[in-house]
């Protein structure tokens, strides 16, 4: 539809403010700007997508959730490295909990066709889990713990904020170095935010 033709002199635009609509650099003092206006910064478009290392005035998950001095810094970088680790460690846990709740082990044999015109038989471990099991309510209970645990840590980093950023692939390393050594499988097709 063209409104070209449209008339919009009688129109007031004064009023709207489009401010908030531009991008603000980061503040001189090592702070991160989150936008701000009239709308208590919720709304705005003034949080930089770029990394930085900073302490100052970085929001943290939640509107009232400050790390406003070195201090609060460590200490969020300390809770964010444990929830990772965590995060590691409740994934090999749920591998765990896996294997032993498995039931229904059969074991199927399938003729081949072998290449001198023998007939081989391949044989197949089929392994089972009931729906309605305990164990099966306590691993889809792990498994929403997991993926919440993951969407905190992608928030995490969302932040930009370096420091934060590091805290999370430290502690994601250290955890796959403590709980991961025994596991055979390195690649984890179930893996969330990876």
Not at 133 to 149: G, N
Not at 175 to 182: I, T
């Amino acid at each position: 539809m063209n409104h070209s033709a449209m008339d919009h002199s009688a129109m007031d635009h004064s009023a709207m403010d489009h401010g908030h609509h531009t991008m603000a650099p980061p503040t001189s003092g090592g702070g991160h700007d989150h936008g701000g206006g009239s709308d208590g910064g919720h709304g705005g478009m003034g949080m930089v997508m770029t990394f930085y290392f900073g302490y100052s005035n970085v929001e943290l998950l939640f509107t009232g959730l400050l790390i406003n001095s070195p201090g609060e810094m460590v200490g969020a970088c300390v809770g964010v490295f444990l929830l990772a680790v965590l995060y590691e460690g409740l994934k090999m846990g749920r591998e765990t909990l896996l294997r032993r709740s498995q039931v229904n082990v059969r074991y199927n044999s399938m003729p081949l066709p072998g290449g001198d015109g023998t007939v081989l038989m391949e044989t197949h471990k089929t392994v089972g889990q009931r729906m309605l099991s305990p164990a099966h309510f306590l691993q889809t209970l792990l498994h929403i713990v997991q993926v919440v645990v993951s969407y905190i840590l992608m928030l995490v980093f969302m932040t930009y904020n370096a420091y934060l950023c590091i805290a999370v692939a430290a502690g994601a390393g250290m955890g796959y170095f403590l709980f991961s050594w025994r596991k055979a499988v390195v690649v984890d097709i179930t893996e969330h935010c990876h």
